[in-house]
């Protein structure tokens, strides 16, 4: 370590001023004077890169880390910090190093535990982020995060049960803890405990009220009073709601007034916005006006799964076998069509154990990472804001079974959706296209003018998967057949 002079208390009293009341430029000014009088100090250029943090800039922050570790390589915050920065950026195997630095300079710094966890678990290595989240909670019972991060790896592994107990301990800990309300809100939806999530969603949300009674009439289709509620609320995406109201309302004009105001300025990468603005345009056979994804069609991929018609299907043999006898739990699908024959996995099959599962992954990336390529000259904002490094926010199976379908729906969490479809029924009935999948604009009852919708429909082969912007609706056909129909849905996480 650098022999330095160090900035006192009393010289670092109006930074810290100016870093509580959030005024992080005039901090970083006063830390500039500082560091001229004081250039070897470490813990100036990690004052610093907390303020960058602070205001976004993640790339700084790190200059400044580094800068720091340069000076004192023991300051275990730099490590930690400049860590979480690595992170954000998507340097995930960077952040993991950053992180295990931090931790043999201090084996007991419960937070480096946490976020090792974190990124471990982003890397798909589960059993190795629950070791780190449960370290963590060891030394340290009170703190909330590890416990909610835990409950995420246990829902993804269909511990139900135990991952409620989780988010609950979470929430008892830190009862404004907002991930945790969600994520207790998501596991009682995907239990058809609706009330129960609506009513931790709400609370997540800040507990606006106003917003929640738009959201409250947005259900009952009373637009004009949703409207209201949405416009006094003020309240996170509250214009997007707006524009939906009025365009389910058939207030088309006021619908094609305001959706230029509520994009003006911001990126066109709202899948929700994307999917009415895309029905919109094909109801009045014009361009679209919002640049997600203006012809989605264009951008949907089907094609072979090469690894899964090696050794004559071994890898499909395994995949169904596990999805048969791995114990994974069931949860009820909110796009059944009265209440039709169709069995759904909880939790996340691309984080289990099973190698089959790993295998699939791994394909799948590679199969996006290609897709990417074929597109990347494209200027719209689902190419230019492709995910730079392709994660999974969930993978499930689906079995369906004779009559089984399910209605027109989007992701609209994802940035791509997709399915591996392992299982086809032979076509048995009249109809050309039993058991397919038709890709369109229409659907969740959006307005419709007439019949001329674009539409692709698709039937897929065993080793097959189809891939699209997850602002497209997409529906199954049903079929008569008294085999299965066995698929693995997945999303890709946007990359932002």
Same mark, same amino acid.
């Given at each position: 370590?650098?022999?330095?002079?160090?900035?006192?208390?009393? !010289?670092?009293?109006?930074?810290?001023?100016?870093?509580?009341?959030?005024?992080?430029?005039?901090?970083?000014?006063?830390?500039?004077?500082?560091?001229?009088?004081?250039?070897?100090? %470490?813990?100036?250029?990690?004052?610093?890169?907390?303020?960058?943090?602070?205001?976004?800039?993640?790339?700084?922050?790190?200059?400044?880390?580094?800068?720091?570790?340069?000076?004192? %390589?023991?300051?275990?915050?730099?490590?930690?910090?400049?860590?979480?920065?690595?992170? /954000?950026? #998507?340097?995930?195997?960077?952040?993991?190093?950053?992180?295990?630095?931090?931790?043999?300079?201090?084996?007991?710094?419960?937070?480096?535990?946490?976020?090792?966890? +974190?990124?471990?678990?982003?890397?798909?290595?589960?059993?190795?982020?629950?070791?780190?989240?449960?370290?963590?909670?060891?030394?340290?019972?009170?703190?909330?995060?590890?416990?909610?991060?835990?409950?995420?790896?246990?829902?993804?592994?269909?511990?139900?049960?135990?991952?409620?107990?989780?988010?609950?301990?979470?929430?008892?800990?830190?009862?404004?803890? +907002?991930?945790?309300?969600?994520?207790?809100?998501?596991?009682?939806? /995907?239990? #058809?405990?609706?009330?129960?999530?609506?009513?931790?969603?709400?609370?997540?949300?800040?507990?606006?009220?106003?917003? /929640?009674?738009?959201?409250?009439?947005?259900?009952?289709?009373?637009? &004009?009073?949703?409207?209201?509620?949405?416009?006094?609320?003020?309240?996170?995406?509250?214009? /997007?709601?707006?524009? !939906?109201?009025?365009?389910?309302?058939?207030?088309?004009?006021?619908?094609?007034?305001?959706?230029?105001?509520?994009?003006?300025?911001?990126?066109?990468?709202?899948?929700?916005?994307?999917?009415?603005?895309?029905?919109?345009?094909?109801?009045?056979?014009?361009?679209?006006?919002?640049?997600?994804?203006?012809?989605?069609?264009?951008?949907?991929?089907?094609?072979?799964?090469?690894?899964?018609?090696?050794?004559? #299907?071994?890898?499909?043999?395994?995949?169904?076998?596990?999805?048969?006898?791995?114990?994974?739990?069931?949860?009820?699908?909110?796009?059944?069509?009265?209440?039709?024959?169709?069995?759904?996995?909880?939790?996340?099959?691309?984080?289990?154990?099973?190698?089959?599962?790993?295998?699939?992954?791994?394909?799948?990336?590679?199969?996006? !990472?290609?897709?990417?390529?074929?597109?990347?000259?494209?200027?719209?904002?689902?190419?230019? &804001?492709? %995910?730079?490094?392709?994660?999974?926010?969930?993978?499930?199976?689906?079995?369906?079974?004779?009559?089984?379908?399910?209605?027109?729906?989007?992701?609209?969490?994802?940035?791509?959706? #997709?399915?591996?479809?392992?299982?086809?029924?032979?076509?048995?009935?009249? !109809?050309?296209?039993?058991?397919?999948?038709?890709?369109?604009?229409?659907?969740?009852?959006?307005?419709?003018?007439?019949?001329?919708?674009?539409?692709?429909?698709?039937?897929?082969?065993?080793?097959?998967?189809?891939?699209?912007?997850?602002?497209?609706?997409?529906?199954?056909? %049903?079929?008569? &057949?008294?085999?299965?129909? +066995?698929?693995?849905?997945?999303?890709?996480?946007?990359?932002?």
């Amino acid at each position: 370590m650098v022999n330095y002079l160090q900035a006192t208390q009393s !010289e670092l009293n109006n930074f810290n001023n100016l870093f509580s009341k959030k005024d992080h430029k005039e901090a970083l000014a006063e830390l500039d004077l500082l560091t001229q009088k004081y250039p070897n100090d %470490p813990n100036l250029f990690l004052f610093g890169g907390n303020c960058y943090v602070e205001m976004g800039h993640f790339n700084q922050a790190i200059l400044c880390y580094e800068e720091a570790i340069k000076l004192n %390589p023991d300051l275990v915050d730099a490590h930690n910090n400049m860590g979480i920065c690595l992170k /954000e950026i #998507g340097e995930i195997e960077k952040a993991v190093i950053s992180f295990k630095n931090a931790l043999k300079l201090k084996p007991d710094y419960a937070m480096a535990h946490n976020n090792l966890g +974190i990124c471990l678990y982003d890397l798909s290595q589960s059993k190795e982020a629950q070791l780190c989240y449960k370290r963590a909670i060891k030394l340290k019972p009170d703190y909330a995060e590890p416990h909610s991060n835990l409950g995420n790896i246990l829902k993804d592994l269909g511990n139900v049960d135990e991952a409620i107990l989780s988010y609950q301990k979470a929430i008892k800990l830190n009862p404004d803890f +907002i991930d945790a309300y969600n994520n207790l809100g998501s596991i009682f939806n /995907e239990l #058809g405990r609706n009330e129960e999530a609506v009513k931790c969603w709400g609370i997540a949300r800040g507990g606006n009220k106003d917003y /929640e009674k738009g959201l409250e009439m947005l259900e009952k289709k009373n637009f &004009s009073e949703a409207i209201k509620n949405f416009e006094i609320s003020n309240f996170g995406d509250w214009q /997007e709601k707006v524009l !939906e109201c009025h365009y389910r309302a058939k207030e088309f004009d006021k619908f094609k007034e305001k959706l230029p105001k509520v994009f003006n300025g911001r990126r066109h990468n709202i899948r929700r916005l994307a999917s009415i603005s895309a029905n919109y345009a094909q109801n009045f056979k014009i361009k679209d006006p919002y640049n997600f994804c203006p012809s989605p069609l264009d951008f949907v991929c089907h094609e072979e799964i090469p690894e899964l018609s090696k050794n004559k #299907g071994e890898l499909i043999k395994e995949l169904i076998h596990d999805i048969n006898t791995a114990g994974i739990l069931k949860r009820k699908y909110q796009y059944l069509f009265n209440d039709s024959p169709v069995e759904q996995s909880a939790g996340h099959l691309f984080r289990r154990s099973e190698k089959s599962f790993k295998k699939l992954s791994d394909a799948l990336i590679k199969a996006i !990472e290609k897709y990417f390529l074929r597109y990347k000259d494209v200027e719209n904002e689902f190419i230019l &804001s492709f %995910p730079k490094k392709i994660n999974f926010i969930s993978a499930w199976y689906i079995k369906m079974q004779s009559s089984g379908h399910l209605t027109a729906h989007i992701h609209e969490d994802g940035w791509i959706s #997709g399915a591996v479809y392992l299982k086809i029924p032979k076509n048995s009935g009249s !109809e050309d296209y039993e058991g397919a999948i038709e890709l369109s604009a229409d659907g969740d009852n959006y307005p419709r003018l007439h019949e001329e919708f674009k539409r692709l429909t698709i039937i897929p082969k065993a080793g097959e998967v189809i891939f699209f912007p997850s602002s497209v609706f997409h529906r199954t056909i %049903p079929f008569n &057949s008294e085999e299965e129909r +066995i698929c693995i849905a997945f999303d890709v996480k946007p990359g932002f």
